[in-house]
Nanobody
Framework: QVQLVESGGGLVQAGGSLRLSCAASGHTFSNYGMGWFRQAPGKEREFVAAISGSGGSWSYADSVKGRFTISRDNAKNTVYLQMNSLKPEDTAVYYC??????WGKGKYDYWGQGTQVTVSS
């Protein structure tokens, strides 16, 4: 069973930065593509970013390109989401997710509990 635990959310002013972390356990971390998703109140969950198991490939939603950076440290079993130039519309619960032997925007097998990010204007 794969366990994912997010941390690093909080309240920040527009233009500020936050770094989310997702610690994984219960599997060979490098075998899993990792993704970040978010869900704002009243909206469907949406893709934010994804990274391959090796960390050598990644993709982003158009809404966060140039502002967010996804990375991973396979030695620490952790994936990160560095969020800069935050906007009020980035306010959401952010979830990390894992999928075995692939990566990208598709279906993910395991999900964390989420961490709240609130950006004030």
């Amino acid at each position: 069973q794969v366990q994912l635990v997010e941390s690093g959310g909080g309240l920040v002013q527009a233009g500020g930065s936050l770094r989310l972390s997702c610690a994984a356990s219960g599997h060979t971390f490098s075998n899993y593509g990792m993704g970040w998703f978010r869900q704002a109140p009243g909206k469907e969950r949406e893709f934010v970013a994804a990274i391959s198991g090796s960390g050598g490939s990644w993709s982003y939603a158009d809404s966060v390109k140039g502002r967010f950076t996804i990375s991973r440290d396979n030695a620490k079993n952790t994936v990160y989401l560095q969020m800069n130039s935050l906007k009020p519309e980035d306010t959401a619960v952010y979830y990390c997710a894992a999928v075995l032997m692939r990566w990208g925007k598709g279906k993910y097998d395991y999900w964390g509990q989420g961490t709240q990010v609130t950006v004030s204007s």
